[in-house]
């Protein structure tokens, strides 16, 4: 019997456990630093992290054109996607940001649609529809748009970055090395937020031991999930791709009830919904 799940679909759940578990370590952040040096001192230990494994490797010479002008695209997207969050953060509780972020679900599609023509099936609109479903039951956001403030905004932007940033992918990867493009995009995304935070003023880090701990954790996830997401998505189509990634907030609730929170029988309902949704995803009948 086939197996539910190719070995590229189970890294991208690998990439959904391990963005789940990071909500609440970029929160603690945020308290030595602002929004946009945290992105930039992340993604810079990362990047020197997948340069390592390069030079290592010696594959760091093979970069070429095609690959240098994909990760400078997607890097762009990436640093949008994680700026906005990050900064979103600061005025929105995590269950709110978590499912804002997943936006990017119903939006890829439509990116599809708007930029390649392609219409996804009935099944795998169903699929998305248990999945937002799902996502907001687990959340219990709260979307009165008349208390929507700059966070919600900031977070809803940031929802259609990461969703340009799937698509971008899936049309970029096939050609690439991935940890070559993996490097480029995330050395992209720290200068841009470098950049971006020289231009706020946001101030200098506090190195204080425990945020040294927190940014050294978070990137390396964000390096391994990088090269995870462009290495899977060579094979993954990208609608089944952001099913997969819907998977996120189920692990974030895992976390947090790990942590002492009450999850409850809607947010049981909602996990539940978004596993369904995965499954639906996977039906061709």
């Known amino acids: 019997m086939k197996s539910f799940l190719s070995s590229r679909e189970a890294a991208l759940v690998l ?42 490797r010696g594959e760091l010479r093979g970069l070429n054109r095609f690959e240098l002008r994909a990760g400078v695209v997607l890097g762009f997207w990436v640093f949008l996607g994680f700026g906005l969050q990050t900064a979103g953060l600061q005025h929105i509780e995590s269950s709110k940001s ?53 966070g919600d905004w900031l977070t809803v932007a940031c929802a259609l970055a990461f969703a340009m940033e799937i698509v971008l992918l899936g049309h970029y990867s096939k050609h690439c090395n991935p940890v070559r493009l993996a490097w480029v995009l995330v050395a992209v995304a720290a200068v841009l937020s470098w950049g971006t935070s020289a231009v706020l003023q946001e101030g200098s880090i506090d190195w204080a031991w425990p945020f040294v701990a927190l940014i050294v954790v978070l990137a390396c996830i964000t390096a ?62």
């Not at 990116?111 to 998305?128: E, M």
């Not at 998505?233 to 998977?247: F, G, K």
């Not at 895992?254 to 995965?278: C, H, N, S, Y």
């Open 15 to 56: 990439v959904t456990l391990l963005w789940g578990g990071t909500f609440y370590a970029v929160q603690l952040a945020l308290a030595w630093a602002a929004p946009f040096a945290l992105v930039g001192v992340r993604f810079s230990i990362a990047a020197a992290l997948l340069g390592a494994v390069l030079w290592w």
């Open 98 to 150: 978590g499912f804002l972020t997943a936006l990017y679900v119903p939006l890829v599609p439509l990116v599809l649609l708007l930029w390649k023509r392609q219409l996804p099936s009935a099944w795998a609109w169903l699929a998305i529809g248990l999945a937002v479903a799902g996502t907001y039951a687990l959340t219990g956001a709260n979307l009165d748009l008349s208390t929507f403030n700059v």
């Open 224 to 285: 391994f999930v990088q090269f995870a997401m462009s290495w899977a998505q060579q094979a993954v189509p990208e609608t089944r791709a952001t099913l997969i990634y819907s998977m996120e907030p189920v692990w974030a609730a895992l976390v947090g009830a790990i942590a002492g929170e009450r999850l409850g029988l809607l947010g049981l309902l909602g996990g539940a919904l978004i596993v369904v949704a995965v499954w639906v995803g996977k039906l061709k009948p």
